[in-house]
């Protein structure tokens, strides 16, 4: 079950055309996309770099994981890199399952499970021109904000 | 001496301003190597926040590491 990750934008009618098995009667997908507000601040983009043999191999962990505690046929899943506009697809996931209730439940998972332990990270960049990695503010700095 | 070879991401590529070096170190364990970069290179995030990677794999702060290893330090994720 294959985790990328990718520098071109992540095609999610294909990505999912991959998952099509005559078993399946279920197909779940997950889109993360990029959102115009963070915190009450105007976000213009965002700059997602990863540590890519590491965060593809976490990726198939998480989906073989997945495939061990639900009742699934396949998983897969894609995480872009580079910077990003507003409303491009960030991440995605796709399970399929004989049954739906599997297919919900697994895709939360690989979705939760990728947020925290791929060796990715985002830095936001607000309408205001400053900028910011997320999570890694330090204490006396609220935002870490630059210039 | 040990050689190292470091390779930096996200903030940390910034605060050092470069993506990878070789390192000569007497420091035996990933977290007493970073605690040698951010003294040196002034790093924001405290050691206890970053996990490290050997030869593409997670390991522990205190794993000991041998001439040659790849290392890099990982600040909090953020991914998704």
Known sequence: MPFRISSDPIDPVASQQTLRNARAGACVTFEGWVRDLNDGEAVQSLEYEAYAPLAEKEGERILAEAQSKFPIEAASGVHRVGHLRLNEVAIWVGVTAQHRAAAFEACRYIIDEAKARLPVWKKEHYATGATTWINCATRGEHTEKTR | ?80
């Not at chain 2, 364990?29 to 002034?42: D, F, G, H, M, S």
């Open chain 2, 1 to 80: 001496m040990p050689k190292l070879h470091i390779q930096y991401f996200a903030i940390l590529r910034e605060q050092r301003g470069a993506t990878e070096e070789s390192l000569a170190t007497v420091a035996s364990t990933p977290r007493a190597v970073y605690e040698e970069l951010r003294a040196r290179y002034r790093f924001s995030l405290p050691a206890d926040r970053i996990r490290a990677a050997v030869n593409d794999e997670f390991v522990a702060a205190d794993a000991p590491l041998r001439d040659g290893d790849r290392i890099v330090f990982i600040p909090p994720v953020a991914g998704g």
